[in-house]
T-cell receptor, first 110, second 114 residues
Framework: TQLLEQSPQFLSIQEGENLTVYCNSS?????LQWYRQEPGEGPVLLVT?????EVKKLKRLTFQFGDARKDSSLHITAAQPGDTGLYLC??????????FGAGTILRVKS | NAGVTQTPKFQVLKTGQSMTLQCAQD?????MSWYRQDPGMGLRLIHY???????DQGEVPNGYNVSRSTTEDFPLRLLSAAPSQTSVYFC?????????????FGDGTRLSIL
């Protein structure tokens, strides 16, 4: 059973389009992190959100943590081919265990 | 900057063989962990350590052993490899186990069990 549900699993869009990836759980997390992974490499941290309702922006990426700290979203504006990759959300359980969602494979076509 | 170094990068084993996946970090991080990544499953936590001499089980610990004799090293041992352990294994570290600390990942070990 996946503790963190990510949707969609796959996303193929044209350059310039907007997209949103969702990460949902029935559990409360002390924090939630988003990672991006490219083939043959380990995940790289994009952002950490800690406070319920928190919104963080990283250039064209906007991250939101739900008020109840059970869900999060990643919105990309005007996607570019360089955004292609696997996006992973990860929630830190109380007790120092980081649990990951299954990931969203994003492909941005030029 | 070395960061988190995993060796080997690739390995093929026969069922029943044993091996140790190595992980070393040079950032003086207290928290280290091992994950396996399978298609459609994301990363699943195998074992983790909050400091030298302290280890604990994650979500999928069966078939794997770990030890943490130094801050820098966190090896993962497969005592008797099974085809179900075919996966990509990632080691990660962070300065502490605190929820706002970023995890630094190695580039992974791709393991095939025949």
């Amino acid at each position: 059973t996946q503790l963190l549900e990510q949707s969609p699993q796959f996303l193929s869009i044209q350059e310039g389009e907007n997209l949103t990836v969702y990460c949902n759980s029935s559990s409360v997390f002390s924090s939630l992190q988003w990672y991006r992974q490219e083939p043959g490499e380990g995940p790289v941290l994009l952002v950490t959100v800690v406070t319920g309702g928190e919104v963080k922006k990283l250039k064209r990426l906007t991250f939101q943590f739900g008020d109840a700290r059970k869900d999060s979203s990643l919105h990309i504006t005007a996607a570019q081919p360089g955004d292609t990759g696997l996006y992973l959300c990860a929630g830190m359980e109380y007790g120092n265990k980081l649990v990951f969602g299954a990931g969203t494979i994003l492909r941005v076509k030029s | 900057n070395a960061g988190v170094t995993q060796t080997p990068k690739f390995q093929v084993l026969k069922t029943g063989q044993s091996m140790t996946l190595q992980c070393a970090q040079d950032m003086n991080h207290e928290y280290m962990s091992w994950y396996r990544q399978d298609p459609g499953m994301g990363l699943r936590l195998i074992h983790y350590s909050v400091g030298a001499g302290i280890t604990d089980q994650g979500e999928v610990p069966n078939g794997y052993n770990v030890s943490r004799s130094t801050t820098e090293d966190f090896p993962l041992r497969l005592l008797s490899a099974a085809p179900s352990q075919t996966s990509v294994y990632f080691c990660a570290s962070s300065s502490t186990g605190a929820s706002n600390q970023p995890q630094h990942f190695g580039d992974g070990t791709r393991l095939s069990i025949l």
